[in-house]
Every structure is written in C-alpha cells, then in structure tokens.
C-alpha cells in the first residue's frame, strides 16, 4: 500500500523556517518525480514545487522560488521542503504527491504550516 | 503563467442527475511529447485529494465508470453521468504540461 506522510509544519512567525518532510512508502520512490502542493485555509490548491527521481532538477514558481527549497534522500525515502523567509501569505497545509506531469497520482495528508506573530 | 478556468464555480445537483465541468486553458495543454497533461481531483470534506482522471480521460483505478473525461486542446470537460452522495465535494482541474502547473479554481459540487 503506498504511504506518504507529511510531518514538520508548525506555528511559525513571520520571517522565519521550517523544514517539511514527506516519508514515503510502498512503491519505488527513488523512480518517481515528487511534489509539493499547498492549500490555504478555505482556498484552492496551489503547486509548490517538484523534483526528478535523482534530486538533480527542481522547479518551483515565482512565489516560492528563492524561498523554497525541495530536496530528497532516496536512501531513506523521504522528500523534503525547506521553507525560508515565509509570510502569512504562506500559511496552508503542505501535501506532497507524487509525479510531476500527471501530479497527484498519490497524496499525503498533508501538514498545517501557520504564519503569524 | 498559463490560466485554468472552471465554470461552474458552483454546481447544486439533484441525486441520480447528470453533472458536467468545465476547465479551459490559456494554452494548449499539448505537450511537445504529444501528450495533453490535464489532470481532475476531487475533495471530498475534510479529506486530501484525490486524482480522479489523467491525461484528459484515463481513469484512475477504483475511479467509479459514471466519471468521464474528454476535450482537446484548451477545453476539457469533467462528466458524471448520475450523481451519488459521495460525489459531494470540490472538483479541481489541473494543468501539468507548462511551468508552472497551474489548478483551476475548483468546483463545488453540492446535492440540492
């Protein structure tokens, strides 16, 4: 059965960091492009980030890149989102999923990020 | 950035009734593999999501038949042919042939 579980989200003040994990289970994940996809309290989904099966290649949108940062360990099966410099606008549940161009083949449970002082 | 549209952005439906969506794109969503890369979830209350169709009109497994997708190009259409109970929820396309993938704005489905 393939498994994917967020975990790292947390209260955080504006200006600060958190690191996402994703540990991955029952399928070959060191075959498979990753993503992150976040959802706003109310809001609609919005693509995050994603990377290739060996971590060589990431991209991300203008609202994230240069503050974000995916990466992943294949040795321990776990995808990673480092999250920088966030404001309130960036405050959702963070779900990962696997795939990059049909996105979303399987999805975690996602992961409550808030941003407020 | 390409734009996904949905309409309706609300959908009431009596049960055992038919449901369509729509999602138009900015672009054509055909990509240079010759693949169209449009995807549909749905979101049930409180849940994650869930990839329902793939490449415009590949089912996901366990995906009940009464779920169609079809279109072409920069228009595409999401099709229940009768509504249950547990259809009740919010529908997203989503493009994934440009950068960035770009989601639609959802659809809430509702039984009136």
């Known amino acids: 059965e393939v498994q994917l579980l967020e975990s790292g989200g947390d209260l955080v003040q504006p200006g600060g960091s958190l690191r996402l994990s994703c540990a991955a289970s029952?399928?070959?994940?060191?075959?498979?492009?990753m993503s992150w996809v976040r959802q706003a309290p109310g809001k609609g989904l919005e693509w995050v980030s994603s990377i290739n099966p060996s971590g060589g290649v990431t991209y991300y949108p203008g609202s994230v890149k240069g503050r974000f940062t995916i990466s992943r360990d294949n040795s321990m099966n776990t995808l990673y989102l480092q999250t920088n410099s966030l404001g309130v606008e960036d405050t959702a549940v963070y779900y990962c999923?696997?795939?990059?161009?049909?996105?979303?083949?399987?999805w975690g449970q996602g992961t409550l990020v808030t941003v407020s002082s | 950035d390409v734009v996904v549209t949905q309409s309706p952005l609300s959908l009431p439906v009596s049960l055992g009734q038919p449901a369509s969506i729509s999602c138009g794109s900015s672009?054509?969503?055909?990509?240079?593999?010759?693949?169209?890369?449009l995807s549909w979830f749905q979101q049930r209350p409180g849940q994650s999501p869930r990839r329902l169709m793939y490449k415009v009109s590949n089912r996901d497994s366990g995906v009940p038949d009464r779920f169609s997708g079809s279109g072409s190009g920069t228009d595409f259409t999401l099709k229940i042919s009768t509504v249950e109970a547990e259809d009740v929820g919010v529908y997203y396309c989503?493009?994934?042939?440009?950068?960035?993938?770009?989601f639609g704005q959802g659809t809430k489905v509702e039984i009136k």
């Open positions: 029952g399928f070959p994940f060191n075959n498979y492009y």
């Open positions: 989503m493009q994934g042939t440009h950068w960035p993938r770009t």
């Open positions: 999923a696997t795939g990059y161009k049909n996105m979303g083949g399987y």
């Open positions: 672009q054509s969503l055909v990509h240079s593999d010759g693949n169209t890369y």
